[in-house]
């Protein structure tokens, strides 16, 4: 069964610690990004991948740190410094860059 | 920077009526346009896409339209219907590796 998954679902953090969402794609796709979906401001961009370990910000990378050690596998860590993480987590993956994004199910964090 | 614009937020229309959502964007390079269709708490799911090279795109009752010149494109859903509602975003292509996404529109279908 191909596709992108997120894990988990649902994510609750004290402030101060972080925390890591997960995102595996068996799509065999080079490119894979991570958003942040806040209500009425879409999606945002945080960090993308476009082959395995190396990584370029996107619009919001403050307080986000991100590995690509495989072609899988993109997870993302959400730090301590980021004011405000309490948010939708989006991943998503596309064959070759700017083309057809497939999406994950989201991760929900929720920080207080 | 680059940047999506996307009008209406917030859209309502009798079941049966058509919609339309436009977006205009900054980046002239930009040569793909998606539109993506999320319900409440899933994942985006690609609708329709179009390309810089083609002015019209139709499949069943969803249709885009791209105007390059003016830098604009518009969805029209025609013969709505209840599960046409959800949020609906835009957005296009920036260099050769990413996209970026409008805000989005929230479209209601009143029965």
């Known amino acids: 069964d191909g596709g992108i998954t997120q894990s988990p679902k649902y994510l609750f953090r004290k402030e101060g610690q972080n925390v890591t969402l997960s995102c595996e794609q068996n799509?065999?796709?080079?490119?894979m990004y991570w958003y942040r979906q806040d209500p009425g401001q879409g999606l945002r961009l945080i960090y993308y991948s476009q082959i395995v370990n190396d990584f370029q910000k996107g619009d919001i990378a403050e307080g986000y740190s991100v590995s690509r050690e495989k072609k899988e596998s993109f997870p993302l860590t959400v730090t301590s410094a980021q004011k405000n993480p309490t948010a939708f987590y989006l991943c998503a993956s596309t064959a070759t860059g700017a083309s057809l994004q497939y999406f994950g199910p989201g991760t929900r964090l929720t920080v207080t | 920077g680059e940047n999506v614009e996307q009008h209406p937020s917030t859209l309502s229309v009798q079941e049966g009526d058509s919609a339309v959502i436009k977006c205009t964007y900054s980046d002239s390079a930009s040569n793909y346009f998606p539109w993506y269709k999320q319900e409440l708490g899933k994942r985006p799911q690609l609708i329709i896409d179009i390309r810089s090279n083609v002015g019209e795109k139709k499949d069943q009752r969803i249709a885009v339209t791209l105007n390059k010149t003016a830098k604009h494109f518009s969805l029209h859903i025609t013969e709505t219907q209840p599960e046409d509602s959800a949020v609906y975003f835009c957005?296009?292509?920036?260099?050769?590796?990413?996209?970026?996404f409008g805000k989005g529109t929230r479209l209601h279908i009143l029965p």
């Open positions: 799509l065999n796709h080079d490119a």
């Open positions: 957005a296009a292509s920036i260099g050769d590796d990413k996209i970026i």
